[in-house]
Structures are given as structure tokens and as C-alpha cells.
């Protein structure tokens, strides 16, 4: 990576030969504006000229909540960094932004979003008990996602958290051997 200076000029430097794609980020907590990926190759020369186009995104605010009584560890937990992710759908590329801060009082914003569609996920190596309940867009339920455009404000989002306590006990059978160091996974999907 590499910082821009006052004009926006950047320079990446140490790169082998190959393919690349370089984007827009900013490190500030709200930044309105993102960029499309541009492709390039270095074969043996240094490549000049590069320009990376930024745009107003649209952003996203809300609140998040968890079901049932208050538990203060519980909402320390949800409320920590990075405890939720919001996945957008731009086009073929479909990337997570995690959220910076939720407030005390569970208010969030995502900012500099592209056109899509945003699905939120929990960050589960963070809130390991808590599960998404539900998303909700102005008081009613949203399963396919919320559809943004280009400089929208999307407000009224409520994303509800569940204490997940449940435990699924069972057993594997297996019609043969397994091979030496098998590893075996069990998932469940709600």
C-alpha cells in the first residue's frame, strides 16, 4: 500500500512481475467515497500513468440489538471493533467491510459503499455466543439483503442479535476405514 500526497499522485514500489489490481482506501473512520478496482501488469518496465477513479459511496447507519435480557457481557462483546461485517455484492466482486464502532448504544455507520446489495455477518472469532437473528430495514424483516445506490443514505437498519446456547450432540458412522489423519468437519447451516 501506499499513501497519496496532497495532489493524489502515489507511488508502489519492489514489485515483480505480474498482474495487479490496485483500489481506494482511506484510513479514516468515516470516508464517504470508494473506488473501483483497475487491473495492471508489470512485465519489465515501471508502469506510469495509473489513475484510480473514487466515487461517493452510498452509507448505511443503524442500530444493533440483542434479544432478550440485557446482558452487560454479552454487549461488550457485540459492541467491541470489528464485531460485525457488512458483505456488498458490486457487480462479480463481493467484498466484506467490517464495521469500526458501534456505539454504547449500539448505533453503527458504514460509509463509502458501492452500489449493491449489503448482507451483514457476525465476526464469529469475536462474538463467539452471538448469532444474527434477523436484519430488519425500517421495522420489517430483510432476508435477501438491503439493494443501495451510488450516494444513498440507508437508515433504519436494526440488526438483532441472539444468544446462541444451543448444543447439537451426535455421531459419525462410517461404512468403511478412513485414511490415515482423516479430519472430519460437522457443520450446521440455520
Known amino acids: 500500500s501506499a499513501m497519496t500526497d496532497s495532489q493524489g499522485n502515489f507511488r508502489l514500489a519492489g514489485l ?3 498482474r495487479y489490481r490496485a483500489s481506494y482506501s482511506s484510513p479514516h473512520e468515516d470516508n464517504d467515497y470508494y473506488s473501483d478496482q483497475i487491473e ?3 512485465v519489465d518496465a515501471n508502469v506510469e500513468g495509473l489513475e484510480i477513479k473514487t466515487r ?6 443503524g442500530v444493533a440489538v440483542i434479544e432478550g435480557p440485557a446482558d452487560p457481557k454479552l454487549q461488550s462483546l457485540l459492541f467491541a471493533n470489528n464485531s460485525f461485517t457488512a458483505d456488498v455484492q458490486h457487480g462479480q466482486i463481493r467484498s466484506g467491510l467490517p464495521i ?3 456505539e454504547s448504544n449500539g448505533q453503527f455507520r458504514f460509509s463509502g459503499l ?6 451483514f455477518r457476525a465476526n ?4 463467539k455466543p452471538l448469532r444474527i437473528l434477523r436484519v430488519e430495514h425500517n421495522g420489517v424483516e430483510v432476508k435477501d439483503g438491503i439493494e443501495i445506490t451510488r450516494g444513498e443514505q440507508v437508515t433504519g437498519v436494526r440488526l438483532v442479535f441472539t444468544h446462541a446456547r444451543g448444543v447439537i450432540r451426535g455421531q459419525v458412522k462410517f461404512a468403511g476405514a478412513l485414511p490415515e489423519n482423516a479430519e472430519i468437519r460437522i457443520t450446521a447451516t440455520p
Open 16 to 18: 515483480i512481475p505480474g
Open 40 to 42: 495492471f501488469e508489470v
Open 56 to 61: 461517493r459511496g452510498a452509507s448505511l447507519s
Open 100 to 102: 469500526r464502532r458501534i
Open 114 to 119: 458501492p452500489s449493491g446489495r449489503v448482507w
Open 124 to 127: 464469529e472469532w469475536r462474538v
